[in-house]
């Protein structure tokens, strides 16, 4: 194990997420937020303390990467930039460190989960920087960090497989560097376009920005505690709405699409089974909910909107679904187990693996009745490799099981079992949201201590797709 070398990663992440947090503090200063200025003050001076000596380290050759090491390294780099994220939290009244680290790893894994009930009462530098964590963490911070990676001395294709989501990681082009700038390219554009639409609707620049952040990294936070419903704006929930569909596909697809290679994105198996869902779904929570609304065109608006935060773990709600018909709310119940598709900013299982699932059973019942035939599965129109059979059906059992051991843990506190199923899956799927004592207008505040703790660990797991933590804790890991 390098590692030694492999310290370098945490540190340049810090580094790189440096430039978002240095207008957190100048906002600190323009508002006189001594307390801001103290908390944010010291995270940046970590940085600059750490950062020089480490990238002096860069001139040296360093180590190769290997798969083993990508695992160690990301998850490392996750748990120190919680961490750090952590501390101007801690110089907010109310807030303890604990409460501090949900903040900071609900915003990292783009969960949405709080525990604070009055957002406009923070200081508008920590709503920036909340804000801003979310859109870090929404591609990925070892992402932006292999973007530079030629600075590293060091190869990083390991480093995005053991981050990125989805069971295959493909380069879109021929080096990973280049990869990882043409996705940062492609989610920084939709972020100003979107913060343009934001202002057209009549938010201000602070609003729009932050909105914008949140809304890209489908994490679904806002800077008011009645979220969109403050704007009273159904052209803003729209936007919104359209955008959470947006960031929850591929982001390769958009780099396909620029080079009008239309069939990569035609025949791509996961975006069609995205879309149909989308549709789908959307369609019968409306139709479930058409009487419950005044007119049609609300239910329209709030059915689809709902479905879409649900499907790609937007998890904000602008209407009270809790009050649903049963059917629209078990579809969205059901959508907690789906998620958006993989190369997203999205959380869950991912609709490719539900894909994949999906065509394999079709061959163990092909199987049946040909017995001797030989059946492979189809995926954007090729053949799919085996191997990729077996990964997903070990995800999806992982992915289920530390759900039932969550949802354990959280009833054992006391809580109905909608509570802690919804719960489960929406900390594991970085959803955000949920049913029973956790429907829209509750917040985390309501749990333990000590399940606070349980959730940001599972929230951490579930962004990186569980493989790059769980690894860590086979004892074979660490003998090699």
């Not at 119940?333 to 789906?338: I, P």
Request: one cysteine or more.
């Amino acid at each position: 194990m390098r590692g030694i070398g492999l310290l370098r990663f945490p540190v340049a992440a810090l580094a790189f997420s440096f430039p978002m947090m240095l207008p957190a503090f100048v906002l600190a200063l323009v508002f006189n937020e001594k307390q801001m200025i103290s908390g944010i003050g010291i995270s940046l001076a970590a940085v600059v303390l750490l950062a020089p000596p480490v990238f002096l380290s860069f001139k040296k050759k360093a180590p190769r990467i290997y798969s083993r090491d990508g695992f160690f390294a990301v998850t490392l780099t996750w748990i120190v930039i919680t961490v750090w994220g952590a501390l101007p939290y801690c110089f907010v009244d109310g807030i303890n460190f604990l409460d501090a680290l949900f903040e900071s790893a609900g915003a990292f894994a783009t969960t949405g989960a709080t525990t604070i009930s009055d957002v406009e009462a923070l200081p508008r530098s920590l709503m920036f920087w909340r804000c801003a964590s979310y859109w870090i963490g929404g591609m990925g911070i070892l992402l932006l960090t292999v973007a530079f990676m030629p600075l590293l001395g060091v190869g990083g294709f390991q480093l995005v497989k053991a981050e990125t989501t989805g069971p295959e990681k493909d380069k879109i082009t021929p080096k990973i560097t280049a990869t990882a700038k043409t996705l940062w390219l492609f989610y920084c554009a939709m972020t100003f376009g979107l913060f343009l639409l934001y202002m057209l609707g009549g938010m201000n620049a602070f609003d729009a920005i932050c909105h914008s952040f949140s809304t890209v990294s489908t994490g679904g936070i806002s800077t008011k505690n009645d979220g969109l419903l403050y704007y009273n704006s159904p052209y803003l929930e729209v936007v919104f709405m359209l955008f959470l569909f947006f960031s929850a596909v591929n982001f390769n697809l958009y780099y396909y699409l620029l080079k009008g290679n239309l069939r990569e994105i035609f025949y791509n198996s996961e975006l069609r089974a995205y879309v149909l869902i989308a549709v789908v779904c959307s369609a019968i929570v409306v139709f479930d909910i058409r009487s419950f609304y005044d007119s049609f065109e609300d239910a329209l608006r709030l059915g689809s909107f709902q479905t879409l935060a649900f499907l790609t773990t937007g998890g904000t709600a602008i209407a009270k679904y809790g009050e649903w018909p049963p059917l629209a709310q078990t579809v969205l119940f059901l959508l907690m187990f789906a998620g958006g598709c993989s190369g997203s900013t999205a959380g869950g299982i991912k609709i490719i693996r539900h894909v994949v699932v999906y065509k394999q059973a079709g061959n163990e019942i092909q199987k049946l009745l040909y017995p001797r035939g030989v059946f492979s599965i189809q995926l954007n129109g090729k053949v799919g490799r085996k191997d990729v059979v077996y990964g997903v059906a070990g995800f999806v059992f992982l992915y289920l099981f530390i759900t039932m051991i969550t949802a354990l843990l959280t009833a054992a506190s006391g809580f109905d079992i909608v509570t802690s199923i919804s719960t489960a899956l929406s900390v594991i799927g970085n959803i955000g949201t949920g049913f029973g004592s956790f429907a829209p207008g509750a917040n985390y505040s309501i749990f333990a201590p000590h399940l606070k703790a349980i959730y940001i660990v599972v929230m951490l797991a579930g962004r990186l797709e569980l493989w790059a933590m769980l690894i860590l804790f086979k004892r074979d890991y660490w003998r090699g």
